[in-house]
Every structure is written in structure tokens, then in C-alpha cells.
């Protein structure tokens, strides 16, 4: 081990790096521990978030179309005696609809 104290990340903030000079080798422990615990957590929320956001755009349906959500479930109402898909969603308060086609294509 070198007598002369580490140089610190060029990216690492001078506040930063003054800061921790101040402390005792204890206090630095610590706060290495938890930098380690902290940088694994981050890491660990951005690889679960990216795979939702994988799994979302893998159960998209082919047939949905772009300004329909991915939550959006399909639902049959009848008109005038002919039954009908529409996609449906909720945002906030209100239920969206967007027409999909007949229940039947040959009517």
C-alpha cells in the first residue's frame, strides 16, 4: 500500500472529496458499506423496472393499435341488434373506448 492518500474520480465533486477527507477511517467505512448497498439497490430498481418495461411490450397485443394502452382490455357491446369488439382502458375517472370490429366479420 502507497503512502500517499488515493487520488479521487475526476468526476467525483471537490465538496465531495473534501468532505469525505474529514472523516475517521470508521466513518468511511461506513459510509463505503453503504455507498455499496446503495449503488446495488439502484441497480437492482433499474433491472426490474427495465424488465416491466420488457414485459409490457412483449404482452402488447399485435393487433393494438398505437394510442391504445397496453392495459387496455377487449369488450363486446351490442348496437342495434349487432355486437361489436372495442378496446377498453380506464384513465382516472373515465372509461375509454376504442372501436376494434364486429364479433362476427361476416355480418
Known sequence: MSYEPPTPPADLPTEMV?????????????????????????????????EADQ?????????????????????????NDNRYYYWQWREGDKIKSKYKGPVNPDE
Open 55 to 79: 414485459d409490457e411490450v412483449e404482452k402488447r397485443p399485435d393487433d393494438l393499435p398505437d394510442n391504445v394502452p397496453a392495459k387496455a382490455t377487449i369488450t363486446i357491446k351490442e348496437i
Open 18 to 50: 473534501t468532505t469525505l477527507n474529514e472523516f475517521t477511517p470508521e466513518r468511511l467505512r461506513d459510509v463505503a458499506t453503504y455507498a455499496e448497498e446503495l449503488a446495488e439497490h439502484k441497480e437492482r430498481e433499474a433491472r426490474l423496472e427495465e
